[in-house]
T-cell receptor, first 112, second 115 residues
Framework: DSGVTQTPKHLITATGQRVTLRCSPR?????VYWYQQSLDQGLQFLIQ???????AKGNILERFSAQQFPDLHSELNLSSLELGDSALYFC???????????FGPGTRLLVL | SQQGEEDPQALSIQEGENATMNCSYK?????LQWYRQNSGRGLVHLIL?????REKHSGRLRVTLDTSKKSSSLLITASRAADTASYFC???????????????FGKGTHLIIQP
């Protein structure tokens, strides 16, 4: 158990819909990262927050957004969902920059 | 393209044998991390090696880093059936360089340990 929690574990929705994925980092970790894992693209970094502020952006689509709240939990919002958004979405956290990133169990999203 | 590229893509060995996986990357890094993923599950962190380190051990794992060749290797000794998983290397640099906090992953090596 990495100490990073993610909810829900599974999510099934329809195209065009909007969903919110939630992540609670390890106690004391200020950085939260979101990743997407799909069969064709592999593991891709989406976005990072550090202590409530956006720190870095990766291959995140404009339809996707995230935020980190004062209690350091984070949410990833995916809107106007398409079939191709079906993937595993992981959250990771770390104490600081360039440190070990600990991954949560992931949320498996299926868009029908 | 991926920053890290693992080699081989798949590896099947007998239980008790050693397994070696390699990773190559393209730009300067601050550190390199290895992760394990069991089928469709979360990523388990194995080891982090910094750019100024050449070798690191953790239990049955041995990781080497050669920054001049931009490559790393993961050795699992005395393999067990429970080691069956996909193994990924991840670097902290973006493919275009400059450094970023998000990790860039390779496509992974799928390791199968035959009992």
């Amino acid at each position: 158990d990495s100490g990073v929690t993610q909810t829900p574990k599974h999510l099934i929705t329809a195209t065009g819909q909007r969903v919110t994925l939630r992540c609670s980092p390890r106690s004391g970790d200020l950085s939260v990262y979101w990743y997407q894992q799909s069969l064709d693209q592999g593991l891709q970094f989406l976005i990072q927050y550090y202590n409530g502020e956006e720190r870095a952006k990766g291959n995140i689509l404009e339809r996707f957004s995230a935020q980190q709240f004062p209690d350091l939990h984070s949410e990833l919002n995916l809107s106007s969902l398409e079939l191709g958004d079906s993937a595993l979405y992981f959250c990771a956290s770390s104490e600081g920059r360039l440190e070990t990133q600990y991954f949560g169990p992931g949320t498996r999203l299926l868009v029908l | 393209s991926q920053q890290g590229e693992e080699d081989p893509q798949a590896l099947s060995i007998q239980e008790g044998e050693n397994a070696t996986m390699n990773c190559s990357y393209k730009t300067s890094i601050n550190n390199l991390q290895w992760y394990r993923q069991n089928s469709g599950r979360g990523l388990v962190h194995l080891i982090l090696i910094r750019s100024n380190e050449r070798e690191k051990h953790s239990g049955r794992l041995r990781v080497t880093l050669d920054t001049s060749k931009k490559s790393s290797s993961l050795l699992i000794t005395a393999s067990r059936a429970a080691d069956t998983a996909s193994y990924f290397c991840a670097t902290d640099a973006t493919p275009s360089g400059g450094g970023a906090d998000g990790l860039t992953f390779g496509k992974g090596t799928h390791l199968i340990i035959q009992p």
